[in-house]
Antibody, heavy 120, light 107 residues
Framework: EVQLVESGGGLVQSGGSLRLSCAASGFSFSGYWMTWVRQAPGKGLEWVASIKEDESAKHYVDSVKGRFTISRDNAKDTLFLQMSSLRAEDTALYYC?????????????WGQGTLVTVSS | EIVLTQSPATLSLSPGERATLSCRASQGISSYLAWYQQKPGQAPRLLIYDASTRPAGLPARFSGSGSGTDFTLTISSLEPEDFAVYYCQQRLSWPITFGQGTRLEIK
């Protein structure tokens, strides 16, 4: 069974940092693009960042460029999101998601999310 | 950035009725569109990818159509568990974008 389990969320002050993790199991993690998607309270889905299987390509939404870094450890089947200079508007539930394939950046498996709250 | 506009914002129907949800792209995206369902307190679930392909195990009452800029998600006969929020998503180009969602509610 494919499983994605996020952790690392919490309450942080504006300007602070957090590192989110996503532990994957039940599939060959190193063979998939992985992505972070967030959802502010009561709002819709927002793509945040994606990373290629071998980390040779990374993409970010403009609002987090220069502040967030996506990375992965294929030996440990884990995806990361390092977040710094956090702002109130980064408050959201952060999901990690698996892409269908390298050619299809649509998401067929999701974790349950980890909540990040940024206080101003 | 490709903007996806979903309509209507809210759709009120009864179980057994047919639901038609729309997603319009600000520029042509070929068939690079996916649909998701999200229930309260749950993660999104992939319903359709490449505009019309259902993942294995998805009920046949869900179908997708369209290409270019106009796409439709159809639920042929609503079941009680289908009342949720639905999002479309494009994968033609970065940044990946989602529509704002359509809430399907029980009439």
């Amino acid at each position: 069974e494919v499983q994605l389990v996020e952790s690392g969320g919490g309450l942080v002050q504006s300007g602070g940092s957090l590192r989110l993790s996503c532990a994957a199991s039940g599939f060959s993690f190193s063979g998939y693009w992985m992505t972070w998607v967030r959802q502010a309270p009561g709002k819709g889905l927002e793509w945040v960042a994606s990373i290629k299987e071998d980390e040779s390509a990374k993409h970010y939404v403009d609002s987090v460029k220069g502040r967030f870094t996506i990375s992965r450890d294929n030996a440990k089947d884990t995806l990361f999101l390092q977040m710094s200079s956090l702002r109130a508007e980064d408050t959201a539930l952060y999901y990690c998601a698996r892409s269908l394939s390298a050619a299809r950046i649509s998401f067929d498996a999701w974790g349950q999310g980890t909540l990040v709250t940024v206080s101003s | 950035e490709i903007v996806l506009t979903q309509s209507p914002a809210t759709l009120s129907l009864s179980p057994g009725e047919r639901a038609t949800l729309s997603c319009r792209a600000s520029q042509g995206i070929s068939s690079y569109l996916a649909w998701y369902q999200q229930k309260p307190g749950q993660a999104p679930r992939l319903l359709i990818y490449d505009a019309s392909t259902r993942p294995a195990g998805l009920p046949a009452r869900f179908s997708g159509s369209g290409s270019g800029t106009d796409f439709t998600l159809t639920i042929s006969s609503l079941e009680p568990e289908d009342f949720a929020v639905y999002y479309c998503q494009q994968r033609l180009s970065w940044p990946i974008t989602f529509g704002q969602g359509t809430r399907l509610e029980i009439k």
